[in-house]
């Protein structure tokens, strides 16, 4: 037993020590990971949400379109190397919402042109008057626009050979093949501009026939580059916009939302503060009222406070405001446990069972009560990451993941690291008088003698 304890002893303090490397400093790049994730609420920056026209799709496929609309637009975030935004789809009414937020990026239209929804180049011709209107052409007896919805998703960034300027290259699909020989047929001589949202990038002349590919000049290197990533990065099926009575208007967000990056730090400190306070009271109760047993539960709840930060950055976890407020509940959590095993073994102890005696009865007796209350706990933090994914409540999900880590940590820190503390303690007689553990010697009843075997 004794030799199985300082196995324990050493497991429990090389993954302290491997946790502690990788958290302090903060910033220290493990695994890939540089620091803590912060969300929308401590960090800063855009909350956008656009409703979904899917009035021109096939009835039964909207679950499928929104699947795809929802992985065209994280693909373009990333590609712009934003790693901590999140996309959500809500259900809403008969219709679909896209839930958008983007730490970090305070500025809002900023925030719209990252997420690349006026990434669409639109092709344009004048009409007599001299106004660009929509180039369009007829495939299988639909009038369509030619625009990058029809490009393959290889476009690339080259040079003029003559100019050095950059070039944005490109193919067409089958379907922008027959619109576009159509339309450069039609406009031989005359301009076709080029458009991105409403600013005209280059007009001009068509002096061949383009079918397959074509190149458009006009951007700064930068400009070509990221228009690049985004447009390979997959195009939107449906148009995102919103609906006002009852006519869409398209690339305007239903609703939009900076948060300031100063309220994520003033929640930062405040959250900080006040964690550090409720352990400070933790502490505090733990040692007066339970004494070595109690100051054993604050190493492990050291313990399991670096160990719980180290998943949240390793796996990553982004930490919102609630979901501190989980990490908070967690520890209160982890204590309960403690408690309910140190309350088991002073009953032991008054009863006049050794010390050895006592911690063993003390964990068995407990594990009943800590294993059904957390199993109750998971099940709440389950049915509230659901419930948070099918609402679009990132919140209530954020802080039911992280009390839901911190619960299952728990378990293990009150049953392996505390218990091998106390064992190593008690098998050593290092302390053996009962009032060090929270029971006064005239209150033991002197009946029993037994001890265990270590």
Not at 394 to 412: N, P
Request: aromatic share 10%; hydrophobic share 45%.
């Amino acid at each position: 037993m004794r030799s199985r304890n300082i196995y324990l002893l050493i497991f429990i303090l090389a993954l302290f020590g491997f946790t502690l490397w990788s958290i302090v400093p903060l910033d220290r790049n493990v695994f890939g990971r540089e620091n803590l994730r912060y969300g929308l609420d401590l960090k800063g920056g855009s909350y956008l949400v656009y409703q979904a026209d899917l009035t021109q799709i096939e009835p039964g496929t909207e679950k499928e379109i929104m699947d795809g609309v929802k992985g065209v637009i994280e693909r373009r975030i990333n590609a712009l190397g934003i790693t901590e935004s999140t996309v959500q789809i809500q259900k809403h009414g008969e219709g679909y919402n896209i839930v958008i937020q983007i730490p970090g990026i305070a500025d809002i239209e900023k925030a719209k042109e990252m997420v690349g929804l006026f990434a669409v180049l639109e092709f344009r011709e004048q009409d007599a008057e001299g106004n660009w209107i929509p180039a369009t052409g007829t495939v299988n007896g639909q009038e369509l626009i030619l625009s990058s919805q029809y490009f393959k998703e290889n476009t690339s960034v080259g040079f003029d050979p003559w100019t050095s300027e950059p070039l944005l290259l490109f193919e067409w699909d089958e379907t922008g093949a027959q619109l576009s020989k159509q339309i450069t047929t039609r406009l031989l001589g005359k301009q076709l501009a080029i458009f991105l949202g409403d600013n005209l990038i280059t007009a001009p002349r068509v002096d061949s026939v383009i079918e397959d590919r074509g190149q458009i000049e006009g951007l700064s290197l930068v400009e070509a580059q990221e228009l690049s990533r985004l447009l390979n990065a997959g195009r939107i099926k449906v148009p995102l916009g919103k609906w006002v009575d009852g006519e869409f208007q398209p690339n305007v967000p239903l609703y939009e939302r900076t948060v300031d990056a100063t309220l994520g730090q003033d929640s930062i400190q405040k959250s900080r503060l006040a964690a550090e306070i409720g352990i400070a009271l933790l502490v505090i109760f733990m040692l007066a009222y339970y004494r070595l047993p109690g100051l054993v539960a604050c190493l492990a709840l050291g313990i399991y406070g670096v160990i719980l930060l180290a998943i949240f950055k390793l796996i990553p976890i982004t930490l919102t405001l609630p979901g501190v407020a989980g990490f908070v509940v967690s520890f209160g959590m982890a204590v309960d446990a403690n408690v309910l095993i140190f309350e088991r073994m002073k009953e032991e102890l008054r009863a006049g069972r050794s010390l050895a005696a006592a911690v063993e009865a003390g964990f068995t007796r407990a594990w009943t009560a800590i294993r059904d209350s957390n199993i109750t706990t998971f099940i709440a933090c389950f049915i509230l990451i659901w419930l948070g994914g099918e609402l679009g409540a990132l919140m209530v999900r954020g802080f039911a993941i992280t009390l839901l880590l911190g619960v299952a940590l728990s378990m293990f820190t009150a049953i392996t690291v505390t218990r091998t503390f106390l064992r190593l303690i008690v098998g050593s007689q290092v302390v053996t008088n009962p009032a060090a553990y929270g029971v006064p010697l005239s209150t033991v009843r002197n009946t029993h003698n037994d001890r265990l075997c270590w």
